[in-house]
Nanobody, 125 residues
Framework: VQLQASGGGLVQAGDSLSLSCAAS????????MGWFRQAPGREREFVAA??????????ADSVKGRFTISGSGDYTKSTVYLQMNILKPEDTAVYYC?????????????????WGQGTQVTVSS
């Protein structure tokens, strides 16, 4: 599975930004697509995830009400989006999209099978 993320950039606090991640390859009928982020000196942390087959989602408490994950796909390709509103300086990080072949939505990055290259999001105060 290959993942290609895009959409990062430099914005001011309060602005919005949208990220996208395109997955291709041999997906499954119950895959999960997730977004994680990693700030300098910190571990990779869960942001949001989506199980396209059921439309179920999960969000980190720090982004609830501000970020929205959406997307669709089939057995060979999928695109997931992360709409980020009311951005804060603490949202600054490299954002990674992850692919989990099957199972429930997981907030644990070690359970994801493939990763995109990461895209930088910088929010100035």
């Amino acid at each position: 599975v290959q993942l290609q993320a895009s959409g990062g950039g430099l914005v001011q606090a309060g602005d919005s930004l949208s990220l996208s991640c395109a997955a291709s390859g041999r997906l499954s009928s119950s895959y999960v697509m997730g977004w994680f982020r990693q700030a300098p000196g910190r571990e990779r942390e869960f942001v949001a995830a989506l199980k396209p087959r059921y439309g179920s989602t999960n969000y980190a408490d720090s982004v609830k009400g501000r970020f929205t994950i959406s997307g669709s796909g089939d057995y060979t390709k999928s695109t997931v989006y992360l709409q980020m509103n009311i951005l804060k300086p603490e949202d600054t990080a490299v954002y990674y999209c992850g692919f989990r072949l099957s199972g429930v939505i997981s907030t644990d990055s070690s359970t994801y099978n493939a990763w995109g290259q990461g895209t930088q999001v910088t929010v100035s105060s």
